[in-house]
């Protein structure tokens, strides 16, 4: 049975060893009456051991995390647990009511409006909830993205990339999430879940995937196993994983907002791939007008992999269509 709450009520403490309980944490309801608020997965262990905290749903087009967060719960054993998990199986419910990347009520990204404001919008107080309710909780925290409609990134993991205690266990963990790529991000910019953790000193990983809108069967199994293989790699759950280095690490920014935008409006015409190597002043992709002239050549200004690509076509002036950053080094062997 959903224990429905206000939100300020919600103690995980309250759930019984080996046990699951839903949870409803209401904020508020909308013009139409709808309970708008935040839905919760706590697995109790019957053993002492770490709590992981995971997010998904923060953008409302993207579903894997979303659906491998009811997978998970599924298949795992609270009884066989060490600590606790609690997952946040829809971060942004206006979002993901209508598919979209930003809220219908407010217009805000959930993704870049994080602490939040416990008396702001209703973006604003989901962002607030999450950082003050939830996060405090976790000893390792995972935040469960894929691409979106707009984007197409690689299936990768995000770690990182810090000297410090939090940030060697996130590059940790990363190689026993099992992506093919791994991406190491020296700085995290305001308004994310992550630099929430950062603040908090909590080791994280996020996950990305080149689907959106819709959930892949391809992309889901790294979302489930991913995640079995954290809770081994944490000694939450019985069982041993091997490292699994990355086929591609990359090192940089994963900010999307400080990719190659094109000047006019048009069709873009992308001229790579994800994960293509390019060169210093290479074209990766041409922009036509509507009778498929070309009208503008986007070119990038270092060389590097492509890491991401514009997924819908339509552009207008300002719209971000390619990020390219650096290869890291060889990271690992399996053993």
Not at 288 to 298: A, N, P, S, Y
Request: charged share 20%.
């Amino acid at each position: 049975m959903v224990v429905e709450i206000p939100v300020e009520e919600f103690n995980p403490d309250s759930v019984g060893p080996g046990t699951v309980q839903p949870f409803f944490l209401h904020l508020c309801r909308s013009g139409n009456g709808e309970s708008l608020g935040i839905p919760v997965l706590v697995a109790q262990g019957k053993r002492p051991g770490k709590t992981l905290v995971v997010f998904a749903g923060v953008h409302g087009d993207e579903l894997e995390g979303v659906q491998a967060l009811h997978e998970v719960f599924l298949q795992l054993d609270a009884g066989a647990l060490s600590g606790r998990v609690i997952a946040v199986t829809v971060a942004n419910l206006p979002a993901y009511r209508v598919t979209t990347r930003i809220s219908p009520i407010d217009v805000l990204n959930l993704a870049r409006t994080f602490p939040g404001r416990k008396d702001g919008t209703i973006t604003e107080r989901i962002a607030y909830y999450l950082s003050e309710t939830i996060l405090p909780h976790a000893d390792f925290f995972i935040d469960l993205h894929s691409s979106g409609l707009t984007y197409v990134l690689p299936t990768m993991i995000g770690y990182h990339l810090s000297d410090t205690p939090a940030g060697k266990e996130s590059k940790e963990a990363a190689l026993y999430f099992g992506t093919p790529v791994m991406w190491g991000h020296p700085e995290i910019s305001p308004g994310r879940s992550l630099s929430v953790a950062i603040s908090r000193n909590i080791p994280w990983l996020y996950v990305e995937a080149p689907s959106g809108g819709r959930v892949s069967d391809r992309e889901l199994p790294y979302y489930i196993n991913g995640i079995f293989n954290l809770l081994k790699h944490l000694q939450m759950i019985p069982g041993t994983v091997a490292r699994c280095p990355p086929d591609v690490h990359l090192v940089g920014t994963g900010d999307l907002d400080r990719t190659i935008a094109v000047n006019a409006e048009g069709f873009f015409v992308p001229k790579v791939r994800v994960l293509d190597e390019v060169c210093p002043n290479q074209v990766v992709g041409i922009v036509r007008d509507l009778f498929g002239q070309t009208i503008e050549e986007v070119s990038t200004e270092h060389g590097g992999l492509v890491g991401m690509l514009r997924a819908i076509p339509v552009v207008n002036p300002g719209d971000s269509v390619c990020l390219v950053v650096d290869r890291g080094p060889a990271v690992g062997e399996k053993v």
